[in-house]
């Protein structure tokens, strides 16, 4: 299921985590099948057409490093997919995106009014699930999270201040609304299971550098798509004007790469210049933060979930 599939996890261990990412596609799919506004658009395709799943997946192994009580780990890790799934449809409206995992987006198939809908409905009952765990320092925690999220999306479309450094910015950016919600989704899985805060505030700080690597994995597929490709149009940073990593780094020798959206007739040509000016260099830094995610974990418990953990993280750096 997802990309615990990927990794090589100690059979007791396999066994929990399957069982726990079972029960959270039964949450997903109740949570889609009660969308009051099925009538205007089916939503359960979104929660059943697959996807890595691996935000809840983070918040079950981080709750291996405590002691799960009753299905509190299930319903957080469900909560932090169904936050997942609100902002990917958000992305897509103002992305104009036409396809998600090689189907039609939910903007393209019933327009941004009903798709805003559906995002909103995702988001609501992501926050009535956490506000049911019973913890008001969850809530407070979500809410800050989702506040990064929006920030980040948010200055991405800004773009960076003048005399602000093109990467830097790139870099706060992809803290807030990538990696914010893995830091998360990490913290969380510790937090609901009790576990030390050693290992907790360890697990933070793997998250984050995880969900760095991922968002950089992302942009870096983009320009050079992997086998099988990503489900969307390849290009698609470049055409509508999103500096991302790699074409930042093309860029030092090609700026008009980064002066905006490519034009159709110029989009070859731009690919082939960050494919080659920039690649390099993005994997450089999608290694580097792999590695420090991994670093990260020395804090934590030696527990076979530590090295479910590490192996993830060679996961995202090499797919």
Not at 187 to 215: E, N
Not at 220 to 231: F, L, R, S, V, Y
Request: glycine residues 8%; charged residues 20%; aromatic residues 6%.
């Amino acid at each position: 299921m997802g990309v615990l599939g990927e990794l090589q996890v100690a059979d007791g261990l396999g066994e929990r985590l399957a069982a726990g990412l079972e029960a959270v596609e039964v949450r997903l799919h109740d949570v889609a099948t009660a969308f009051p506004g099925r009538a205007l658009v089916d939503v359960r395709p979104l929660v059943s057409s697959g996807g890595k799943r691996i935000r809840p997946l983070l918040t079950l192994l981080a709750s291996e490093f405590g002691t799960p009580t009753g299905h509190d780990h299930i319903v957080a890790a469900t909560m932090v997919e169904l936050a997942h799934v609100a902002t990917l449809v958000q992305d897509d409206v103002i992305d104009a995106a036409a396809e998600r995992r090689f189907e039609p987006s939910v903007n393209a198939t019933v327009g941004n009014r009903r798709a805003v809908l559906v995002s909103d409905w995702f988001l609501a009952c992501a926050s009535e699930l956490c506000a049911s765990l019973g913890d008001l320092a969850l809530v407070q925690h979500q809410a800050h999270t989702l506040h990064r999220l929006i920030r980040g999306q948010t200055a991405e479309l800004v773009g960076p201040a003048p005399g602000t450094n093109a990467k830097d910015h790139y870099l706060e950016v992809i803290a807030d609304k990538t990696a914010s919600l893995l830091e998360f989704s990490s913290w969380l899985g510790a937090t609901v299971a009790q576990a030390d805060r050693t290992s907790t505030r360890a697990l933070a700080r793997y998250g984050h550098a995880l969900g760095m690597a991922f968002q950089i994995r992302d942009d870096i597929h983009d320009i050079a798509p992997p086998p099988g490709g990503t489900g969307k149009p390849r290009g698609t940073d470049l055409s509508q004007g999103v500096s991302t990593l790699p074409i930042l780094y093309a860029a030092e020798y090609d700026p008009w790469l980064a002066d905006g959206p490519v034009k159709p007739d110029q989009l070859d040509a731009a690919l082939e210049r960050v494919a080659e000016g920039g690649l390099i260099q993005a994997r450089l830094d999608l290694t580097k933060y792999g590695e420090y995610a991994k670093d990260q974990l020395t804090d934590a418990l030696p527990i076979p979930a530590r090295e479910a953990l590490e192996a993830l993280a060679d996961y995202v750096v090499l797919s």
